[in-house]
Nanobody, 126 residues
Framework: QVQLVESGGGLVQAGGSLRLSCAASGRTFSSVAMGWFRQAPGKEREFVAAISWSGGRTHYADSVKGRFTISRDNAKNTVYLQMNSLKPEDTAVYYC???????????????????WGQGTQVTVSS
């Protein structure tokens, strides 16, 4: 059974940092891109960041560019999201996701992903 399990969320003050982890099990994801999405209350789920299978290419939403860093450790089947300079508007449930198959272009839309974690809450206080 394939599972993606996020951890590392919590409550932090504005300007603070958090590091999210997403541990995969049930299959290896070392040959596919992985992504992070988030959903705030009353809003649609939105793309945050994605990383290619090798880690050599990354893509970020404009709202987090320069503050968040996505990385991966294929030996551990884990992807990370380092979040710095957090703002109250970053408050959301954060999800990691992976597609079923690899592709040349890094997927940026949620419908391009097949596996999803249960999410981890990030709350940034002002």
């Amino acid at each position: 059974q394939v599972q993606l399990v996020e951890s590392g969320g919590g409550l932090v003050q504005a300007g603070g940092s958090l590091r999210l982890s997403c541990a995969a099990s049930g299959r290896t994801f070392s040959s596919v891109a992985m992504g992070w999405f988030r959903q705030a209350p009353g809003k649609e789920r939105e793309f945050v960041a994605a990383i290619s299978w090798s880690g050599g290419r990354t893509h970020y939403a404009d709202s987090v560019k320069g503050r968040f860093t996505i990385s991966r450790d294929n030996a551990k089947n884990t992807v990370y999201l380092q979040m710095n300079s957090l703002k109250p508007e970053d408050t959301a449930v954060y999800y990691c996701a992976a597609p079923l198959k690899g592709r040349i272009v890094i997927p940026l839309r949620d419908y391009e992903y097949d596996y999803w974690g249960q999410g981890t809450q990030v709350t940034v206080s002002s």
